[in-house]
C-alpha cells in the first residue's frame, strides 16, 4: 500500500524528536499529569515559541512555530489515548499562550507560566459557563468582584478540560454587567483556593482528558491573580483562539491519518471471496477519498499556520477549524465502516469517532465557524486568484 499517510511534517531539526523522545518511557496509561510532565521535564512545552523577532506589527516577541505544535500533538496523539491529547492540546495552544501573553516579570501568574512550561503544574482553561451556551461567551454569568483590597470570584464553569487534574484554573468572568467585549476580564485561581469546588463531568469519552465542572463559590484572591488588565479578557481570548483552532486541524490530521493507516491494514489482512479487501475497487475507491480528504487538511495547515500564530488571522483560523470539523467525522465514520464488527472493539474506530466529534465542538461548532468564514469570502476568493 503507498505510503501517502504519513505526512510532511518538517519540524525544527533539533526539535523532531524531542516530543515522541520525552514521552517514550512513559507506560501506555500513564494519566494527563504524567504525560504533561514529561513534556515539560524534556523541554518541549517551552520551546513551543520561536523566541527570534518575528517582525514589525507583531504585538509579541515570541510567537508559537506550527511545525513545533504539530511535532507534539502527532507524539501524544500516537499514544492513542484522545482524551490526553485533547489535555494536552488546549493547555499547550490555549492556556500557555494566553498566560505569556499576559504575565508580568513577577507574581502568580508568571509563577503559573513558569510552572506549566515546566511541567510542574497544569492549567485548566475555565471559560464555557454553567449559565451559557458554550457558543454564547458573552451570556455567561461568572462574576468577579474587583475591590482596593483584592478580588471575589462566584459563578460556575461546565465541561473544563483538565479540570480535576489542574493546579490553576484561568477562569474568565464578567466585572461589569452587559453583553460588550470589555466587560470580561481572565483571573487565575489556585484549584485548592477556598471556595473552589471540582466535580468529574459524567460521561465514558474522553476520560483522560480530566474533564470537569467547576463551583466557585465567594472565591477570594489577591489583586494580582488578575490576568492581563480588566476588560481585556475577551479581546486576549479572541486573539489567542486562532491558535486553539490550528492546534484542533492538526490533531485532526494526526488522529485520522493513524486511523487510516490502521485501517488500511487491517483491509491487507481481512479476505473476501479469495482477495484482500483492499483488492476490492470499491474499498479502495472510499479509502482513497478518505486520504485525500486528509492530505488537503495537512496542505491547509501547512500554508496557514503561520498566518495563525504570526499575524492573529482570524479567517485563516476559522478555514482551519472549519475543515477540521469537516473532515474528522465523515473520515472516522468511513473507517469505523470499512472495519466492520472490529470497528466497536473496546477503543475501537467507532469510539474513536464518537471521541472525536469534539473537534466538531470545542472552541466553535462547525456551523457557527462556517458562518464566520462566509464573512471572509470575498477576501479568501481573492486570495486564490493569480
Known amino acids: 500500500m503507498p505510503d501517502l499517510i504519513e505526512t510532511d511534517r518538517a519540524p525544527t531539526a533539533r526539535h523532531r524528536p524531542r516530543a515522541a523522545a520525552a514521552l517514550a518511557t512513559l507506560p501506555a496509561a500513564a494519566p494527563l499529569s504524567e504525560v504533561w510532565a514529561a513534556l515539560g ?27 513545533r505544535l504539530a511535532d507534539l500533538i502527532g507524539a501524544v496523539d500516537a499514544r492513542g489515548d484522545n482524551g490526553v491529547t485533547l489535555g494536552v492540546l488546549v493547555q499547550a495552544a490555549s492556556a500557555l499562550p494566553l498566560l505569556a501573553a499576559c504575565a508580568p516579570a513577577t507574581g502568580p501568574v508568571r509563577q503559573a507560566l513558569d510552572e506549566a512550561r515546566s511541567g510542574a503544574a497544569t492549567v485548566a482553561l475555565a471559560a464555557t459557563d454553567s449559565a451559557a451556551a458554550g457558543s454564547d461567551l458573552a451570556g455567561l454569568g461568572t462574576e468577579v468582584d474587583i475591590g482596593p483590597d483584592g478580588l471575589l470570584l462566584t459563578g460556575g464553569k ?36 477556598p471556595g473552589v469546588r471540582v466535580r468529574p463531568a459524567d460521561g ?3 476520560q483522560g482528558s480530566a474533564t470537569g465542572h467547576v463551583e466557585l463559590d465567594g472565591v477570594r484572591l489577591p489583586p494580582d491573580h488578575i490576568v492581563g488588565r480588566p476588560g481585556r479578557g475577551m479581546a486576549v481570548f479572541a486573539r489567542h483562539m486562532g491558535t486553539e483552532r490550528l492546534a484542533g486541524a492538526l490533531w485532526t490530521v494526526a488522529l485520522t491519518s493513524r486511523v487510516l493507516a490502521d485501517t488500511g491494514q487491517r483491509l491487507t489482512r481481512r479476505h473476501h471471496d479469495g482477495r484482500p479487501l483492499w483488492h476490492h475497487d470499491a474499498v479502495r475507491q472510499r479509502y482513497a477519498a478518505c486520504l485525500v480528504q486528509v492530505r488537503q487538511l495537512h496542505a491547509l495547515c501547512e500554508s496557514l499556520g503561520e498566518r495563525v500564530t504570526r499575524r492573529q488571522d482570524l479567517a485563516a483560523a476559522a478555514l482551519l477549524k472549519s475543515a477540521a470539523g ?14 466492520g464488527a472490529d470497528g466497536f472493539a473496546r477503543d475501537g474506530a467507532q469510539t474513536i469517532r464518537a471521541e472525536a466529534g469534539v473537534l466538531g465542538i470545542g472552541g466553535g461548532v462547525t456551523e457557527v465557524v462556517l458562518a464566520a468564514v462566509a464573512d471572509h469570502a470575498d477576501t479568501l476568493l481573492t486570495e486564490l486568484r493569480p
Do not use: K, M, N, Y
Request: hydrophobic share 50%; aromatic share 6%; with cysteine.
Open 326 to 339: 469537516l473532515v474528522a467525522d465523515p473520515v472516522l465514520a468511513a473507517c469505523a465502516q470499512l472495519q
Open 41 to 67: 521535564a524534556a523541554g518541549v512545552l517551552t520551546h513551543l515559541h520561536d523566541h527570534e523577532d518575528p517582525g514589525p506589527g507583531t504585538a509579541t516577541a515570541a510567537t508559537l512555530d506550527p511545525a
Open 158 to 193: 461546565r465541561w473544563i478540560t483538565t479540570a480535576c487534574a489542574a493546579d490553576w484554573l484561568l477562569v474568565l468572568a464578567r466585572h461589569r454587567p452587559g453583553r460588550h467585549f470589555t466587560s470580561f476580564t481572565w483571573v487565575l485561581v489556585p484549584a485548592t483556593a
Open 204 to 206: 465514558d469519552l474522553l
